[in-house]
Structure formats: C-alpha cells, structure tokens
C-alpha cells in the first residue's frame, strides 16, 4: 500500500520561504510522477509542480514558476517543494500525490494522495 507523508508547511511571511518534503513507501516510484497540488479554502485542487521519479524532469503550474523549485531524493524516496519569494495567494493545503500514466497536471491522474500540510503566507 502507498503511504505518502508531507511535512514541512507552516506559517511565512510573504516574500519568505517554506521547503515541503512529501516521503513515499509501499512500493516502487521509478516509473512514476510525483506531483504536488494545493487546495485554497472553497476551491478545487489546483496543479503546483510535478518530477518524474527516473529522470527528474520538472514541471510546474505558471503561477508558481520562477518561485518553486520540485526536486527528489530517490535513495530517501523523498520528493521536495522549495517555496521561495511566497504570497499570500499560495495560502493553501499543499498535497503530494503520485501516479504512474496520465495527465501530470491532472488531479484525476492521480490516485494515491499523502494528508496534507497547511501553508499560510501573511502579508
């Protein structure tokens, strides 16, 4: 069974930085997507960024990019979120997901999700 576990969210002020880390087990990622979306109160899941697990290749949503930074760990089976320059719009419950076809930007590609962890940037 997946078990995916996030950590590292928090409270920031806007312009500061958080690093999320979202820990994988229960079998092999190499073939796989990680992604990691976010849910603001009263919205739907929105795409952040993606990496594949086998050659790092990253994508991410235009509202993040130049900001976030996705990466991973293989040997720790660890896949990061670096959140630099953060605003309050990035306010959110961030998740990590993984999959191994589909859309990556697509939440119904996606069928094992870790819990969350809450993001909260002040102005």
């Known amino acids: 069974q997946v078990h995916l576990v996030e950590s590292g969210g928090g409270l920031a002020q806007a312009g500061g930085s958080l690093r999320l880390s979202c820990a994988a087990s229960?079998?092999?990622?190499?073939?796989?997507?990680m992604g990691w979306f976010r849910q603001a109160p009263g919205k739907e899941h929105e795409f952040v960024a993606a990496?594949?697990?086998?050659?790092?290749?990253?994508y991410y949503a235009d509202s993040v990019k130049g900001r976030f930074t996705v990466s991973r760990d293989s040997a720790k089976n660890t896949v990061y979120l670096q959140m630099n320059a953060m605003k309050p719009e990035d306010t959110a419950v961030y998740y990590c997901a993984t999959t191994a076809s589909g859309s990556i930007r697509a939440v119904r590609s996606y069928a094992d999700w870790g819990q969350g962890t809450q993001v909260t940037v002040s102005s």
């Open positions: 990496i594949t697990w086998s050659d790092g290749s990253t």
């Open positions: 229960g079998r092999t990622f190499s073939n796989d997507y």
